[in-house]
């Protein structure tokens, strides 16, 4: 059944936007409550900066610029909040969720990118993503578009394709590094395709090589940026840490589906070829999408660590388009087909898991504004933990971005990693009473211990989320 000859190019604008739709209310209803959390701070901060300055921060950052870069005219047109920047996340993914059914209907049919965008939706981390204030919504979108525009240039080739091909992954290494997996992928699968598609693998070529050429003046920051060091906040990851990360990245229902998809079609493909249809070289490059992501950065690790799930999250488009391409092959019967995609999207509403928020600043900050007298003082620890603090704290110190500490320290607010000078300080000043606001565990009773050495008692604690609240009085 040829879905597209079925259903017209308006109605398959109408689902376009349905499922645009469905993953915005899905994904903004709650962010309006939330608190910042993690790395949105920094982000929330630099994005504010002028342009010249966010260019110089990432000279010495582990990822370019590009989010934080769009992110200082978003600010621009809806100011500096978190909602407004968690908005543009939102609206980022609800867009990919759109982009991949109406992208690849154009040349697969209906079904196929219907179920590829449906799993997305249902991504358990690909929705905590979308609800966060940094680079990977943007990272996934741009993702979509290469993978897309490769695939045309596959079967369509053309300078046009090529073009939008070299500046869709200039865009995916100027977002985020470890996007070089995608292109090493597409010029990997390219093998198998050396006797039927000459023409296009000359202009991906070139179209690589112009991709290179722009990334070129910025290789330099990223090369001593992300040297192996052995100091990187991930570390080296082992054989029996692969399951937990499957598991983190597709739930194990989802990479299991896939896995018996992929040997179905295969057996199919050898032995039973009538009952398959479509290219299976483009489910090699699904599934190399996914799965040679994960190998390749467990491998690279063990030099450089990189395997975060969140830094390699935009190979979970391969998987969900391996899921979706797989039952396109498949030469059955339509109804035969849909029983099989609503079984699929059943496994994925019954496996979806949401991540609890794992911070809230704003209660914490209430509370030391509620009970704050005299202007006491208060530790915050460690120190880079100061820019969420004076969001909530002292939205216009925040803003002033030059000068947010000094206006902190006029207010007594003391950030710092040094907890000889937070016992010096306090024997100093002699307040009666006194507040810490930790974010990070590890050194927590240990500062609380070498306060209450001073005299103090806790009062208040309060560590359900980070960060963790203590006040202290003598």
């Known amino acids: 059944m040829d879905f597209k000859k079925t259903i017209s190019p308006k109605t398959l604008w109408y689902i376009t936007i349905l499922i645009f739709a469905i993953n915005f209310i899905f994904k903004f209803w709650s962010v309006p409550g939330m608190s910042m959390y993690e790395d949105e701070p920094f982000a929330l901060f630099v994005g504010q900066q002028s342009i010249p300055e966010i260019v110089e921060i990432h000279k010495n950052d582990s990822n370019p610029f590009t989010h934080a870069l769009i992110m200082h005219f978003w600010f621009k047109l809806f100011g500096v909040s978190l909602v407004a920047g968690k908005l543009f996340s939102v609206l980022l993914s609800s867009i990919t969720a759109g982009l991949i059914f109406q992208l690849f209907s154009k040349r697969f049919g209906f079904l196929f990118p219907l179920l590829a965008s449906l799993l997305f939706t249902l991504s358990g981390i690909n929705f905590f993503h979308a609800q966060e204030m940094r680079i990977y919504p943007l990272l996934i979108l741009i993702t979509v578009l290469s993978v897309h525009y490769f695939i045309e240039l596959l079967f369509q080739p053309n300078w046009k394709n090529a073009l939008k091909l070299a500046m869709s992954n200039f865009l995916l290494l100027m977002s985020h590094y470890t996007a070089f997996f995608l292109p090493l992928i597409e010029l990997g699968i390219l093998i198998f395709y050396i006797q039927t598609h000459k023409k296009s693998i000359k202009l991906f070529l070139i179209s690589q090589f112009f991709a290179a050429l722009l ?260």
């Open 215 to 474: 990334f070129a003046p910025w290789f330099f920051y990223a090369a001593i940026n992300n040297m192996p060091t052995g100091k990187s906040w991930l570390q080296m990851p082992y054989l029996k840490d692969i399951p937990w990360f499957i598991n983190r990245m597709a739930t194990y229902p989802i990479a299991l589906l896939n896995i018996l998809l992929f040997i179905v079609i295969s057996y199919l493909k050898l032995w039973k070829k009538k009952l398959v249809a479509g290219d299976y070289r483009l489910l090699l490059f699904f599934n190399a999408f996914f799965w040679g992501t994960i190998a390749g950065s467990f491998i690279i690790s063990k030099k450089i660590p990189i395997m975060s799930d969140r830094y390699l999250l935009f190979a979970t488009i391969g998987l969900f388009l391996a899921i979706g391409y797989s039952i396109h092959m498949l030469n059955i019967k339509p109804k035969t087909k849909g029983i099989l995609s609503a079984l699929i999207i059943i496994i994925g509403l019954s496996s979806i898991t949401f991540r609890p928020i794992p911070e809230n600043w704003p209660t914490k900050i209430e509370y030391i504004k509620k009970y704050r007298n005299n202007n006491e003082l208060i530790f915050v620890y460690p120190w880079w933990s100061y820019r969420a603090f004076a969001f909530y704290h002292d939205k216009e110190a925040f803003e002033d971005y030059h000068l947010t500490t000094r206006r902190l320290s006029v207010d007594k607010v003391i950030p710092t990693n040094d907890i000889d000078f937070i016992t010096e300080k306090i024997k100093h000043e002699n307040s009666k009473t006194l507040y810490l606001v930790m974010y990070k565990g590890g050194k927590d009773e240990e500062i609380i211990n070498r306060i209450k050495a001073l005299g103090y008692n806790v009062s208040y604690r309060k560590d359900k989320l980070k960060p963790t609240l203590v006040q202290f009085k003598k």
